[in-house]
């Protein structure tokens, strides 16, 4: 059965909403401290500002959650770069009960990752409600960090080492997530169709 992301979606908030009715005073403050250290390079605002195709993209999140602070920012500074980008977010509660039936407990279970309800989790609409990405929850650079974190030197994995701006690295690999999209979406044969360029 086809999931129907573009109800979701509908029910879904904009950032500023999302942490007023889901976040306590001290969430809104982790998440704005995060905010206010993002810096898009202007090569970065170039690209998001030069996207031509409108893509929804549906976060599932927690307030509550570390990696929720340190990513949700970020796509809120790319929406903003970005009027083809219409971002939402679906909340989840840290206590979850994944036999729940609620709506929101529905589309955690439908966009777990290795097994379990993770967040955040982004997922890539394009204009008429086509899936295109899911990506989540933590990005290749963060996943470094910490494996070298649990690891330590004395017992190297043989992996890459994460990067000395893990914020710096965690935009850019966010970022390409995003760009992936909006090329698939210029060069989609429906689309272009749809939009007469072919």
């Known amino acids: 059965m086809t999931f129907n992301f573009q109800s979701c979606f509908e029910r879904a ?26 810096v898009l390079q202007p090569q970065q ?9 409108k893509m929804h993209v549906l976060c599932l999140a927690g307030t509550w959650c570390g990696d929720c602070v340190n990513a949700c920012p970020i796509f809120q500074h790319f929406a903003i770069a970005s ?5 939402r977010f679906i909340h989840r509660a840290q206590k979850f009960e994944p036999a729940a039936g609620d ?3 529905l589309i955690a279970n ?3 990752i290795c097994g379990g309800p993770r967040v955040p989790v982004l997922l890539f609409l394009s204009e008429d409600w086509s899936e295109c990405e ?28 994460p990067p000395e701006d893990l914020l710096a690295a965690n935009i850019a690999e966010w970022l390409t997530h995003f760009e992936r999209v909006e090329l ?3 060069t989609s044969p429906r689309l272009m169709s749809l939009h007469r360029e072919i």
């Open 83 to 87: 009027p083809m980008i219409d971002l």
């Open 184 to 186: 698939m979406l210029l």
């Open 45 to 53: 605002r170039a690209l998001l500002a030069g996207f031509r195709r």
């Open 134 to 161: 899911r990506f989540g929850e933590r990005t290749l650079a963060t996943y470094r960090q910490k494996a070298a974190s649990l690891h330590g030197p004395s017992c190297p994995t043989g992996l890459v080492a």
């Open 110 to 112: 439908e966009l777990s």
């Open 103 to 105: 709506p929101d407990t």
């Open 13 to 38: 908030l904009p950032y500023q909403q999302f942490l007023q009715q889901h976040g306590t005073a001290e969430h809104r403050q982790r998440w704005q401290t995060l905010y206010d250290k993002v």
